[in-house]
């Protein structure tokens, strides 16, 4: 039996063949995200199957980040499914469309890559890496640890994962159970709201300004059960968000109500911010410190450090070596080799992106335009219609990339990324921008 959803027939007499015959849908793009699925009652009589049997569908697909239910309103397709890209909430940037929504660094402030690397590989022809030798380069792990106790992140062991979010699934996984609730920054980084119920978990927004998370939501979250925090301490995607002394104060004073929860902390602004870091690492039993090498040396390094206590540590690095094994040491050895001879001026990398980020912002207030970008590459700016800004600056020739990528419940936006904005560039964007959303500010807590 089946049942035609649209145009898109639901197939299958057992659980696993009625969610694989969803999900399958779903990532050809005939289901489509946020589209409304059956009652699971319903779709029971119609496949002549038990409502245990779709009930058990479902529950599987939420696991797996395809679907959600939200009570009596039902279950529906997720904005941004797993079994699809997480970029999907986008656009194509036609020829002549000037691209601000990519969120990239400036190709300009990476360095080169390939005396590096010529030289992690003739060190590895004399010192060949074989299997059993150990998965962390000894003087990476040694040159990590001394920069993160000169920013007051408290001592551990130092695992290599390959880039900031395998770092963060990894240790969700190492303490997490499907089911579990994570409260994340809202608006925040696509890639995490996607990864989190893909891992069967749970999201509970919380709201942030320029200094970071609201103590407040975040107290309400924890107190509402979440077991797990992720925070971004600087260069926040989308807001560019910063955690201040003051604000991080408030934040372990939180987390000390609630030693329990499991504390992820997000510094991929590393080396290209020049505000101090103010970590809460150690606020709580369990956590977890993670920097990319990604946006400072670039994104196809595919190379973040990671720091915690010792059994998160012991668990991301043993259920490691049952995978992958270990990021290259090559690679390693390359990122290291950067660090040692000063491939780029991290001050002057991260005036370069101020300087960008503060015209522009200046330029939207001289507008009556709210914008906020307190560090980081991008510029956030409330708006009313999210769709219609959108839409109107594609049309003058401006590709933004619209705030739903990166929102649960945050009012609607859309994010600039500056990284690439030339001087002549400020003025007529921020005239289209003007132009787009309308001059009266729009009022939210970033």
């Known amino acids: 039996m089946m049942f035609v959803l649209g145009d898109y027939p639901i197939k299958g007499r057992r659980a696993a063949d009625i969610a694989a015959s969803i999900e399958s849908a779903v990532g050809a793009g005939e289901l489509e995200p946020g589209q409304l699925l059956p009652p699971m009652r319903e779709l029971a009589e119609r496949l002549e199957v038990n409502p245990n049997t779709v009930a058990a569908a479902y529950r599987t697909l939420r696991e797996r980040g395809v679907i959600e239910t939200a009570g009596r309103r039902g279950s529906r397709v997720r904005s941004a499914p797993a079994t699809t890209d997480r970029e999907f909430i986008g656009m194509d940037v036609p020829d002549g469309v000037r691209d601000v929504a990519s969120g990239n660094p400036d190709p300009a402030l990476l360095p080169p890559l390939a005396p590096a690397f010529a030289a992690a590989a003739e060190r590895g022809d004399r010192q060949p890496v074989l299997y059993g030798d150990e998965p962390v380069e000894p003087e990476l792990a040694r040159a990590a640890r001394a920069g993160l106790d000169a920013d007051g992140v408290p001592a551990g062991p130092v695992a290599v994962t390959s880039g900031a979010l395998d770092a963060i699934e990894r240790v969700l996984a190492a303490h997490l159970r499907p089911g579990d609730t994570v409260a994340v920054e809202d608006p925040g980084w696509g890639g995490l709201l996607d990864l989190v119920p893909a891992l069967g978990l749970r999201t509970v927004p919380v709201g942030l300004d320029d200094e970071g998370p609201l103590p407040e939501d975040v107290h309400r979250a924890l107190a509402g059960g979440a077991r797990a925090l992720v925070v971004t301490d600087r260069a926040q995607n989308p807001t560019g968000a910063a955690v201040s002394a003051p604000r991080a104060r408030a934040l372990r004073s939180v987390l000390q109500e609630y030693p329990a929860t499991l504390l992820i902390e997000d510094d991929h602004g590393d080396r290209i911010v020049d505000l101090p870091l103010h970590p809460l690492a150690g606020a709580t039993h369990h956590w977890a410190f993670v920097r990319s090498v990604a946006k400072a040396y670039g994104p196809d390094l595919r190379l973040a450090l990671l720091t915690g206590d010792a059994v998160t540590l012991d668990r991301v690095r043993g259920r490691q070596r049952l995978g992958p094994g270990w990021v290259s040491r090559i690679t390693q050895r390359a990122v290291l080799r950067?660090?040692?001879?000063?491939?780029?001026?991290?001050?002057?990398?991260?005036?370069?992106?101020?300087?960008?980020?503060?015209?522009?912002?200046?330029?939207?207030?001289?507008?009556?335009?709210?914008?906020?970008?307190?560090?980081?590459?991008?510029?956030?700016?409330?708006?009313?219609?999210?769709?219609?800004?959108?839409?109107?600056?594609?049309?003058?020739?401006?590709?933004?990339?619209?705030?739903?990528?990166?929102?649960?419940?945050?009012?609607?936006?859309?994010?600039?990324?500056?990284?690439?904005?030339?001087?002549?560039?400020?003025?007529?964007?921020?005239?289209?921008?003007?132009?787009?959303?309308?001059?009266?500010?729009v009022r939210s807590h970033v």
């Open 338 to 441: 950067l660090w040692a001879d000063g491939a780029i001026d991290t001050r002057a990398v991260a005036r370069s992106y101020r300087e960008r980020r503060d015209a522009l912002i200046d330029a939207l207030a001289e507008r009556g335009i709210a914008a906020h970008g307190r560090s980081g590459m991008n510029v956030w700016v409330p708006v009313r219609d999210e769709t219609g800004a959108v839409a109107r600056l594609l049309h003058a020739g401006w590709a933004v990339a619209p705030g739903a990528r990166f929102r649960m419940s945050a009012p609607p936006g859309i994010r600039i990324t500056v990284a690439t904005l030339t001087a002549d560039e400020i003025v007529p964007l921020a005239d289209t921008v003007a132009a787009a959303v309308g001059a009266a500010p």
